[in-house]
């Protein structure tokens, strides 16, 4: 491995979030993330709220208002105790008397459980509200309590005056005869005597008229005050009291909203995947080099690996794989890299794709590049580039062939494929012995044909000393030993995950990283493309579309190779400084 890698290929870790940066990041997240589940449950609670809001049956209130008039000496004393008057009138003698004047057969029970009484504030005014299906029956019951109440208020203070009068009247009484009494004191008394019992005559009579006085009083009030007045009669509603629809659709939004955060804060607490680029970056310790996505604008045949990056330049899929080789140059030139194992560090095994197309971007730029292919595959790394079938890196591994005779052209100019070769020792080493007996095939000590072995690393070398980059396609890291194996034979690793990959994958992956010593250049997000039956049904592009389409792929891929070769010139002067 290179003894130039710098800070950019080293496995540091970053330093976490403050708590309120972390909680928010981790708010704004689960909404990003989970968005369909706040918003379809939101939508589901919305629709059962309406149709559970349509199916309940409509309620009418009507609003009758009385006005409570207390007697003058009571209006000096203070006013009317409204908290009484109140339970007064959700009483059961009013409601009995509401029953009788309507000809009700209801019991008055019934009655009071849909009257509604309300006191506003600082007023001496009840509010007779009464709740009914029907609303003629709430207007009429809304105005007969109020009525019946007014009416058991005025019989109450009937009896209150009657009873008072009473009360008077035989005070009266007492008095007039306790003064005919002192009358004939006075004519049978002393001179002398007769003046006092004068004076206590005079306080009798005084007393009599206050009380008579009084009785007068009671009995106009009898006459002329109303304790209750009913103001008008009460209108007949219109719209429903109830079920509140728009009250109701806000309560199921608002309701709706937090059980959708809830179900979504569940599924992210469940769900271990990676939550993006920027995790991958921070768990992984390597920054993200590319994102590549779904080819979804149908400039690649569906479910089918090919080098999109030379056969659709135009695609969003090329795109990303430009914006990955001049990441991934800048990269290798700043840890000074030329060997890179691409390898996959979730539980996919997604590189050949990426392995081939960045390889044929670089070269597209002018860079040679050997692919190292170390494992057989369907289909092989030899068909997606077009290179021919023979022997390969596996063969010249346990020495049967010269590396030279494992390495054959492909169809695109400036790459060169190390096909993988035989998994089983066989007799090509012979063949090749035999045929061109001037080329002599180093013979392997034992086991030397594995991939961790010593002649690993110095074929890489070899390789990379005919090229400017080897890319190793190397088995997934954690499901295969020669993953780690080849990555620590090679300069530098570029790390492949895709959003499958969970978090634990990803630190059990940095962990054999850092085990094994690599030097890991960053990584890349691979989103795996997955066809729809709408798309592999998907008609062909007309001839004048598809000349259209090619045209724009020159322009975008002359534009592109032009920017990459900037970017070379600049690092190579770099380099040029650095050593000068």
């Known amino acids: 491995m290179s003894s130039g890698a710098t800070d950019l290929g080293r496995l540091a870790p970053t330093p976490p979030p403050s708590i309120a940066e972390e909680g928010q990041s981790l708010f704004t997240a689960i909404l990003r993330r989970r968005k369909r589940y706040v918003v379809v449950t939101t939508a589901v609670a919305v629709l059962a709220t309406v149709a559970l809001t349509l199916s309940q049956t409509k309620i009418y209130s009507a609003t009758a208002t009385a006005v409570i008039q207390a ?11 409204m908290a009484t008057e109140a339970q007064i009138a959700r009483s059961l003698a009013v409601a009995d008397r509401v029953a009788r004047n309507l000809r009700l057969n209801v019991p008055p029970e019934e009655l009071l459980a849909q009257l509604g009484i309300r006191v506003p504030a600082d007023s001496e005014v009840l509010k007779f509200t009464y709740s009914s299906p029907e609303p003629k029956i709430a207007q009429k019951r809304a105005q007969a309590f109020a ?10 203070f009937q009896t209150d005056v009657l009873a008072s009068t009473t009360s008077i009247n035989e005070q009266v009484q007492s008095l007039t005869e306790q003064g005919a009494v002192l009358d004939r004191r ?3 008394a002393d001179p002398g005597k007769q003046g006092v019992l004068r004076i206590q005559r005079g306080a009798l009579t005084t007393e009599i008229a206050l009380l008579q006085q009084k009785l007068n009083g009671l009995n106009d009030q009898a006459a002329s005050h109303a304790p209750v007045t009913v103001l008008g009669k009460a209108s007949l509603p219109t719209a429903p009291a109830k079920p509140k629809l728009p009250l109701n659709i806000f309560l199921g939004l608002l309701g709706g ?7 979504a804060a569940v599924a992210e607490y469940v769900d271990t995947r990676i939550r993006g680029t920027s995790d991958l970056a921070k768990r992984l310790g390597a920054p993200v080099l590319g994102l590549i996505p779904r080819d979804d604008d149908g400039s690649a045949t569906p479910g089918v690996l090919t080098l999109v990056a030379i056969d659709a330049p135009a695609s969003s899929t090329a795109d990303a794989y430009r914006r990955l080789r001049t990441n991934f140059i800048a990269a290798a030139s700043h840890a000074r890299t030329k060997s890179v194992a691409v390898i996959s560090v979730d539980h996919t095994d997604s590189t050949m794709e990426l392995h081939a197309n960045l390889a044929a971007a670089l070269a597209d730029m002018g860079k040679r590049v050997v ?17 021919p079938p023979g022997p390969g890196f596996l063969d010249a591994l346990r020495g049967e062939v010269p590396l030279e005779h494992a390495i054959s052209d492909t169809g695109i100019e400036n790459l060169l494929l190390c096909r993988a070769g035989s998994s089983e020792p066989n007799d090509i080493g012979a063949v090749f012995a035999s045929e061109e007996r001037h080329v002599a095939a180093i013979p392997s000590p034992a086991r030397a044909h594995r991939l961790g072995s010593e002649r690993t690393a110095r074929l890489i070398e070899e390789l990379a000393g005919r090229a400017d980059f080897v890319l190793v396609d190397a088995p997934p890291l954690l499901a295969d030993a020669d993953g780690a194996a080849l990555a620590r034979a090679c300069d530098g690793v570029l790390a492949a995950a895709t959003p499958s990959a969970t978090r634990e994958e990803i630190a059990r992956s940095r962990e054999q990283f850092e085990r094994v010593g690599a030097t890991v250049l960053g990584s890349v997000l691979v989103d795996p493309y997955h066809p729809t039956r709408k798309e592999r049904h998907k008609p062909a592009r007309s001839a004048a579309a598809a000349e259209d389409e090619a045209e724009r792929r020159m322009r975008v891929s002359s534009a592109d190779r032009r920017q990459d070769i900037m970017l070379a010139k600049a690092s190579i002067s770099a380099e040029l400084g650095e050593k000068g």
């Open 71 to 81: 007697p003058p000496q009571q209006t000096v004393s203070g006013g009317p105790n």
């Open 147 to 156: 009525e019946a109440f007014a009416d058991v208020r005025r019989r109450q």
């Open 186 to 188: 006075i004519q049978n």
């Open 257 to 263: 909203l937090l059980l959708g955060f809830a179900i």
């Open 371 to 387: 692919l190292v292919s170390t494992r057989q595959r369907h289909p092989a790394l030899e068909e997606l580039v077009g290179a």
